[in-house]
């Protein structure tokens, strides 16, 4: 695995020196830096141009959101920008986690998360995918799931995009079925889990369920495992 730069923006200094010591002791990640408020974290995000920034919620004078946004909005036609933010927070109710993804932000994290699924959250995140802490996986499968199938309200672009229609599904599954494994597989990440956890309650290592969820994602065209979810609810593939 090739290194991930990273760059903190935290203002609670226990936090931030404890992440920051943390992720430093890691050979697969370089730290860039770090910010204690919104305006210089902003600043760092564009003069370190880090793979990925971790960007808590609750800043002092410019929360994460609206970071994620100004940055994101500023990169809008910039082909080169590749940095992910990764939103770390104590909240969890719906109105926050809907308001970061619209804002951009590319992976959502609660601050009690363990640091060996922070460095996971990290890896898939730098990949260009999802990664949705369990708590907060919930919320935006919940949300799915009350939305109408015949709604002509799409849910929000920046959560998930899904373009074909359900018997385009059919189709693209007769043509590429998941295996027996893989459905199990694809069941736990309906229900949040993590990789590691994953392969905890399937007895398989964590490479493996890499290469399953890799597979997975290739066979229903998804983007991430947010969306792979998502067409596994609306096409009935799991419950």
């Not at 903190?8 to 943390?22: F, N, Q, S």
């Not at 809907?98 to 932000?105: K, N, P, R, T």
Request: net charge negative; hydrophobic share 40%; aromatic share 4%.
């Amino acid at each position: 695995m090739s290194t991930i730069r990273v760059a903190l923006i935290e203002d609670h200094d226990l936090t931030r020196v404890g992440i920051r010591t943390a992720l430093q002791q890691r050979s697969e990640i370089e730290f860039v830096g770090e910010a204690a408020n919104g305006t210089e974290g902003l600043k760092l995000l564009e003069i370190s141009k880090p793979d990925i920034g971790i960007v808590d919620i609750g800043l002092p004078d410019m929360d994460g959101i609206e970071l994620t946004r100004r940055f994101k909005a500023s990169h809008l036609s910039d082909e080169d920008a590749k940095t992910k933010i990764l939103i770390l927070t104590l909240q969890d109710n719906e109105e926050a986690v809907m308001a970061a993804f619209a804002a951009g932000a590319d992976s959502y994290c609660m601050k009690n998360i363990s640091f060996d699924n922070l460095l996971e959250a990290l890896e898939v995140t730098s990949e260009g995918n999802a990664w949705i802490d369990p708590a907060i996986a919930r919320i935006v499968l919940q949300q799915v799931k009350s939305t109408p199938q015949g709604s002509d309200t799409p849910p929000p672009r920046e959560t998930v995009t899904i373009n074909a229609a359900p018997t385009e599904y059919s189709q693209l599954l007769e043509a590429y079925p998941l295996t027996e494994r893989e459905l199990e597989v694809l069941q736990l990440i309906v229900e949040g889990c993590s990789n590691a956890i994953i392969a905890e309650k399937l007895y398989i290592t964590v490479g493996t369920v890499k290469t399953h969820v890799r597979n997975i994602l290739n066979k229903l065209c998804a983007d991430d495992r947010t969306q792979a979810a998502v067409l596994a609810l609306r096409s009935g593939l799991v419950g």
